[in-house]
Every structure is written in structure tokens, then in C-alpha cells.
């Protein structure tokens, strides 16, 4: 492909994603103000609790195979072998959806010992038993979007995204405006039962989509078992080591989740407080932070399938520039967000989320924004490049040290010791991503 198509293709797609992404966040963002005011801090304290649990089975069942499904489509249809992308589609969509109904029959027979032993907290179980009914569908959702997030055509994942986010947040309100009607008391669960919902609407989506597609190409035909053997042993050399990653650095997070309430109350505060200065951090402070990475976001998912096409191509120029100026421009953002954050921290926790706690959360982590928005397109580049081992060290590492400051600094300093192991964790992942990429180029 001739660059200049190439950066055309790269810039639309990039475009398309971070406009349905800045709208889905703005939604997600009134929605966590509806979750803060009808629910109570400590209520989505508990609603992120089991966030853990879901990310982990996603990990295993379809993020890693997402990505790799990513690079193998991007690397077959730049050897101009469109028939092989859509037989690894087929074979990513089966693998993923067995390991999915895994994850959902364990989830259900094991939330009481998870919520127990785990969360350590049993107001946890029912959350946990709707939230795995999503599992499926999620994993038929990210695949399709994995496909064709490698053909750079990113209609389709950015109207599942929207569609997905709509109904989450309608189907809670709808759930929550009937309750009150009714006069009955409405609980966390409601918010469960709209991640689940906006998850199936997504996915049949995705479904009829691809189906409507593969109709039109006249992709039916009949394939000999070995080829389809020879599809799954791809993904899975592709995918093996990035669901390896994902995994690990799941656990190391629900270790991280798990332990922050508790370090809290080792510094001091009551079970509730803790709970509740959790929910301020993840269920506001974080999603403010991240609803900039919108647009970083949208440009790591381009780069991975951008820079695979460009490695097989052998077209070291082009690579090396397009780094430079994404690496540029996702600094230059940062910079800008963090003089933002550090100037309205005060009107987003006080007068926005009606949150005092949120400000000083806000405040501090503004100072994170140049290298959290740059280490996601790094560590994407490094996928497409293939260097999965490298982005899983540097990750595991950077992630043991915020693990650290949970274990080591909150019970001394609170949450302002998370906030700065945080901060280093960041550091430490971009100086790292810069080097790799030195030696890789």
C-alpha cells in the first residue's frame, strides 16, 4: 500500500474511533454522576470491586485473541490473502466463545468463594453471577471488532462501542426509573444487568454485520480440516503470549484492587470510608483522567495493525517517522490535559460529582497524563511489532510497583502513596517502552 493511503487509512480510522469514543466517554461520564447520586460512593466502591473478576475472564477468554486477530488479518491482507483473515475470524470466534462459557459456568459456581475469599466481600456474589452472563457475547463482540480493526475499517467497532454504551446506560436508568416508581428499594445490581444487556445489543450487532458482510465476499465455502488446523495454531502462537500478559497483569491488578480498601484501613480508616474513598478514585478521579486517553486510545488501536502491515512490508523509514510524530502529539496532549486537570480539579470533584475527596484525586494524578497517554500507542506499537515478551515484562514490572505503593505507602501516606506509586509506575513504563523501541528499529 502506497503511504499516502496508508496515512489516509490510518488518520480516518483513528478519526472515526476517537469521535464515537469521546461521545461514548461523555455518556460514561454523566452516567457515573447518575451512579454517584443514585447509588452512594461506597455502592459503586462495590460495583468496581468486581471488576477484577470480570477482567480477568475477558482476558482469558478473548482480549489477548483480539489483538492477535488484529495483527494476523492486517499481515494476511497486506500479503493480499483476504480468504485467510476470514478463516482465522471463524477459528478466533470459536476458541474465544468456548473459553467464554468456561469463564461464565465458573464464575456461577465459584462467586460465593470468589466474593469470600477473593473480593473479601459476600455483597459481591449476585453481582458476580449476573456479570457472567456477558462472557459470550463480549468475546463475540471483541473478535468481530479484532477483525476489523485488522482491515483498518473501523465503522463497525466504533458503532458497536456506541451502540454497547447507549444501552448500558438506558437500561440501568430505564431499571432504576421503574424501581423508584414502584417504591422499592434499588441496588448495585442494576448497573450488573446494564453491562449485560449493553453487551448482547453489541454483539448481535457485530454478528449480523460481519454475517451481512461474509455473504456479500461469498465466503461459504467448504475448507479442509487442516486448514482450519493450521488458522488455530497462528492464533494461538500469536495470541498465547498476549493472553499471558493479560492474565498476569489481571491478577497483579486484582491483587492491586483487592488490597487498596484494605491498606486503607491498616492507615486508618473505617471499612465504609475505605470503600468509599476506593469508589472515588476508580468510579470518578480515574474516569476523568482517562476521558482524554480517547484519543491516544483510538491511535494505539490503529498503530498495532498500521505498524504490522509496515514491518511486513519492510518499510523502515515510514515506521520510524509515524512514531515520532504519533510519539509527539500524544505528549503534546498529556501536557495540555494536565495544565487542564490541575486548573478544574476543584469544579469537576466539587461542583460536578458534588465529591470534595475527587479534587485533591484529580489534582494529583493530572501529573500522570503525558506518559499514561503515550504508554498505551508504545506498547501497542510494540505489539504490532511483535515484541509481546517485551510489552508483558514492562508491564508486569510497572504494575509491581504500583502493587508496592499499595502494600508500602498507603498504610503511611493513604491515598496520596497509591497516587504516587502510580505516577513512578508510569514513568518507569515510558523510559522503558523508549528504549525497546531504540533496539527494535
Request: proline residues 3%; hydrophobic residues 50%.
Amino acid at each position: 500500500m502506497h503511504p499516502s493511503s496508508r496515512t489516509r487509512l490510518f488518520l480516518r480510522g483513528t478519526f472515526i474511533l476517537t469521535a464515537v469514543s469521546l461521545l461514548t466517554r461523555v455518556i460514561g461520564f454523566f452516567y457515573r454522576i447518575f451512579l454517584s447520586r443514585a447509588f452512594g460512593a461506597e455502592s459503586v466502591g462495590l460495583y468496581q470491586l468486581i471488576f477484577p473478576v470480570y477482567a480477568l475472564c475477558i482476558s482469558l477468554s478473548s482480549a489477548g485473541i483480539q489483538t492477535a486477530l488484529s495483527r494476523i488479518v492486517a499481515r494476511h491482507m497486506s500479503l493480499k490473502n483476504p480468504t485467510r483473515a476470514n478463516l482465522a475470524l471463524k477459528t478466533a470466534l470459536f476458541f474465544s466463545m468456548i473459553l467464554a462459557l468456561f469463564c461464565t459456568f465458573a464464575v456461577q459456581i465459584f462467586a460465593p468463594f470468589l466474593s469470600e475469599s477473593f473480593l473479601k466481600e459476600t455483597r459481591c456474589i449476585p453481582l458476580l453471577k449476573v456479570m457472567a452472563y456477558s462472557f459470550p457475547f463480549a468475546s463475540a463482540h471483541a473478535c468481530i471488532c479484532g477483525y476489523y480493526i485488522g482491515l483498518k475499517q473501523t465503522r463497525i467497532p466504533a458503532v458497536s462501542q456506541l451502540l454497547e454504551q447507549t444501552f448500558r446506560v438506558s437500561c440501568v436508568y430505564i431499571l432504576y426509573m421503574a424501581a423508584v416508581r414502584q417504591s422499592e428499594e434499588t441496588g448495585i445490581l442494576i448497573a450488573v444487568c446494564g453491562l449485560v444487556f449493553g453487551e448482547i445489543v453489541s454483539s448481535f450487532y457485530c454478528i449480523f454485520a460481519v454475517r451481512k458482510a461474509f455473504h456479500k465476499e461469498k465466503q461459504f465455502k467448504k475448507r479442509t480440516a487442516s486448514v482450519y488446523a493450521e488458522c488455530f495454531f497462528e492464533l494461538f502462537s500469536h495470541s498465547f503470549f498476549l493472553t499471558a500478559n493479560r492474565i498476569a497483569l489481571n491478577l497483579l491488578q486484582s491483587i492491586e484492587v483487592i488490597s487498596i480498601p484494605q491498606a486503607l484501613v491498616r492507615y486508618g480508616l473505617s471499612s465504609s470510608a475505605a470503600l468509599s474513598h476506593y469508589g472515588i478514585l476508580n468510579g470518578i478521579a480515574l474516569p476523568c483522567i482517562l476521558f482524554p486517553s480517547a484519543v491516544t486510545n483510538s491511535v494505539s488501536v490503529m498503530m498495532l495493525p498500521t505498524v504490522a502491515e509496515i514491518q511486513a512490508a519492510s518499510q523502515k523509514r515510514t515506521l520510524v517517522s509515524m512514531i515520532r510524530k504519533v510519539s509527539a502529539s500524544c505528549l503534546f496532549l498529556g501536557l495540555v490535559c494536565t495544565a487542564g486537570f490541575l486548573v478544574t480539579a476543584n469544579f469537576l470533584g466539587n461542583t460536578i460529582f458534588q465529591s470534595p475527596g475527587a479534587s485533591s484525586y484529580i489534582r494529583t494524578l493530572a501529573f500522570i497524563c503525558p506518559f499514561l497517554y503515550t504508554n498505551s500507542t508504545y506498547i501497542s506499537i510494540l505489539n504490532g511489532l511483535g515484541q509481546t515478551t517485551s510489552t508483558f515484562l514492562i508491564n508486569v514490572t510497572g504494575l509491581s510497583i504500583r502493587i508496592a505503593g499499595v502494600f508500602f505507602l498507603i498504610p503511611r501516606f493513604g491515598m496520596t502513596g497509591y497516587l504516587m506509586g502510580m505516577l513512578f509506575s508510569q514513568l518507569y513504563v515510558f523510559f522503558c517502552c523508549i528504549l525497546k523501541l531504540k533496539r527494535s528499529l
